[in-house]
């Protein structure tokens, strides 16, 4: 690492998230969703998500499994999407679970000739119209081509919700949809059934047959946002309380966000009031000193940030450009100083806020070319 930009993941706040969990809800498997590099975590951090006690992987496409393989040979990894049949001999080899999501695949996986073996989940679609088998028909089918074939071994059955069933009816549908995709079935025969994503996981009530469940951003530190209630949000609350509803406001977990990222002060200038500052997006309208910090969109980091934090002062970002920013500093501010884009004081959540991005879209925004330097 070259360039003094990195993200710093704490590996013991994902050890403790992953505990904190583990301890609170009871299930038998703990699927740790582990795509696009962790969230951009890194895969380094499985090891701390094993110790917290994940005893499952999920992945969405083999070359991300494959990866993963790589490092941890023995924890299990479902690859969440259907995989092209022409590399099934890959999972065969590599111990990966496969996603089945519709009756033709299984006809034409069932002619495979394999090796060890292969685990399997089958996939429901419960509301979503993304992915999975919808007709219950279809599904016994599969099953049962699936039972006939010795090397194929139907181990988990899955869904993904929609919604989060905080206040909105479509949850309970899904559930209703799962039951009666999978009623031509004998769900108690499969060893692991798994619904729940983080927020449904922590803000509803237990699925009675589920044993497994699935979730990524609870292990990264997020879980929901004490609302701050405006004068409208208490008005229209009030109201559905006297028509006899129940508001629900999301579960704060005590979870800490594992990623922070830093750069440092690359140049420092003074402008001069009427002066142009980056592509002549920004004019000085009095002197001012300013600093060039190198990151910049094509890191994930724009003007949508707002601002940093050097030496103890917040620092507007006046403009962005492909692999450098330009902030308004103090005069004291020098080459090498630290600066902080996502940490103590500037806490995740409020990079959400200003960004107007939601903590998904965000993890995914910083990209790879920002080195991960690990606590
Ligand atoms: C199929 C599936 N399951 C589980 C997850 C995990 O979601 P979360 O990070 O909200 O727990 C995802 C995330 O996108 C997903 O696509």
């Given at each position: ?5 990195y993200a710093l993941i704490d ?247 594992a990623f922070e990222l830093y ?80 940490g ?28 991960r330097k690990y606590k």
């Amino acid at each position: 690492m070259y360039r003094n930009t990195y993200a710093l993941i704490d590996t013991k706040k994902i050890y403790e998230n992953v505990k904190y969990v583990v301890n609170n809800y009871q299930y038998d498997y703990y699927i740790g969703v582990v795509k696009n590099n962790a969230y951009n975590h890194g895969i380094n951090t499985i090891n701390s998500m094993i110790k917290g006690g994940i005893n499952y992987l999920a992945v969405s496409s083999l070359d991300e499994a494959l990866q993963i393989r790589k490092a941890y040979s023995k924890i299990p990894v479902l690859v969440l999407e259907p995989i092209d049949l022409k590399y099934i001999d890959q999972c065969d080899y590599y111990n990966i679970t496969v996603t089945v999501e519709n009756l033709k695949y299984v006809k034409e996986l069932v002619e495979i000739k394999l090796n060890k073996g292969i685990n399997i989940h089958f996939k429901v679609d419960s509301g979503m119209n993304r992915l999975g088998f919808n007709n219950a028909t279809e599904l016994k089918q599969a099953y049962d081509l699936l039972n006939k074939n010795k090397k194929l071994n139907l181990e988990g059955i899955y869904s993904h919700f929609a919604t989060s069933g905080l206040n909105d009816e479509y949850y309970k549908n899904q559930i209703e949809t799962f039951k009666k995709t999978t009623s031509t079935i004998d769900l108690a025969k499969i060893p692991m059934i798994h619904l729940d994503r983080s927020i449904t996981l922590i803000n509803n009530e237990k699925i009675p047959f589920c044993n497994a469940c699935r979730f990524g951003m609870l292990m990264y530190g997020v879980s929901g946002k004490k609302p701050v209630l405006g004068r409208k949000q208490k008005l229209k609350d009030s109201v559905k309380k006297i028509l006899g509803k129940e508001i629900k406001y999301p579960a704060v977990l005590p979870l800490n966000p594992a990623f922070e990222l830093y750069t440092e002060v690359m140049s420092v200038r003074k402008v001069k009031s009427g002066e142009y500052i980056g592509y002549a997006t920004y004019k000085a309208e009095t002197d001012i000193y300013i600093a060039t910090l190198p990151i910049g969109y094509a890191d994930g980091v724009d003007l949508s940030f707002k601002y940093v934090f050097i030496n103890g002062n917040y620092c507007e970002i006046l403009a962005d450009t492909m692999d450098m920013i330009i902030v308004k500093v103090s005069p004291k501010v020098k080459i090498g100083d630290k600066v902080e884009i996502i940490g103590k004081n500037i806490p995740l959540l409020k990079v959400c806020e200003n960004t107007r991005l939601n903590s998904y879209h965000l993890f995914n925004k910083i990209t790879n070319r920002v080195a991960r330097k690990y606590k």
